[in-house]
């Protein structure tokens, strides 16, 4: 298995504009998880999804965040209108169970300026 | 929710030492508790876990003890070498949605002087 796969690595772009992150997680992985990194808040967990259902999403900082697993092998997070704010590396990750270690992809780096 | 405390945030030792992260949680119910090492510009990957029914787990220099009772696990690395270097994330799961999700400490930043 080629591990969860995320893109794009790096991104850069102006305020305002639309950001679209892409995660696929392992084949048989019933939860995915996104998560943001920042020096200031360490990880923090956004939004899971098991079986592809959106359970919590309380950690979405706002109404401008919004994410969606159309199906079980493609997850989407999406940043509309982007601010400087927003940059930090953007982890997807992929759990078999609920209780089990997390398999995380190799991340997107954000930069909004 | 879960509080999961880290400490100490940065450690630094000298190759061949031994380290140790200890980390502090506060849902009774948490029974499982895996360890992340995130080198510089890479993800995190899972190095070790451990389960609430047994008390220490090892795999060649890293090892972990749990204590249920005064609600705190450890990392204990051994021999270290400077490839040890990375931030060290610790879990402890807590109730979000009807799932069990783990919350992450801060991270300790290891830094191995050869």
């Known amino acids: 298995d080629a591990g969860v796969i995320q893109s794009p690595r790096h991104e850069v772009t102006e305020m305002g504009q639309e950001v679209t992150l892409r995660c696929k997680p392992i084949?048989?992985?019933?939860?995915l998880f996104w998560y943001r990194q920042t020096m200031m808040r360490g990880l923090e967990l956004l939004i899971y999804?098991?079986?592809?259902?959106?359970?919590?999403d309380s950690g979405m900082p706002e109404d401008r965040f919004s994410a969606k697993m159309p199906n079980a092998s493609f997850s989407t997070l999406k940043i509309q209108p982007s601010e400087p704010r927003d940059s930090a590396v953007y982890f997807c990750?992929?759990?078999?169970?609920?209780?089990?270690?997390?398999?995380f992809g190799s991340g997107t780096r954000l930069t909004v300026v | 929710g879960e509080n999961v405390e880290q400490h100490p945030s940065t450690l630094s030792v000298q190759e061949g030492d031994s380290a140790v992260i200890k980390c502090t949680y506060s849902?009774?119910?948490?029974?499982?508790f895996p360890w992340y090492k995130q080198e510089l510009g890479k993800r995190p990957q899972l190095i070790i876990d451990?389960?609430?029914?047994?008390g220490e787990k090892k795999d060649q220099r890293i090892a972990v003890t749990l204590n249920k009772t005064a609600k705190h696990f450890s990392l204990h690395i051994t021999e270290t070498q400077p490839e040890d270097s990375a931030v060290y994330f610790c879990?402890?799961?807590?109730?979000?949605?009807?799932?069990?999700?783990?919350?992450f400490g801060r991270g300790t930043s290891l830094i191995v002087h050869p």
């Open positions: 990750a992929s759990s078999l169970s609920q209780g089990g270690g997390y398999t």
């Open positions: 084949s048989g992985h019933d939860y």
């Open positions: 999804f098991n079986n592809n259902v959106p359970i919590d």
């Open positions: 849902d009774s119910a948490s029974n499982y």
């Open positions: 451990i389960r609430s029914n047994v």
């Open positions: 879990a402890a799961p807590h109730w979000a949605g009807g799932s069990y999700i783990p919350t």
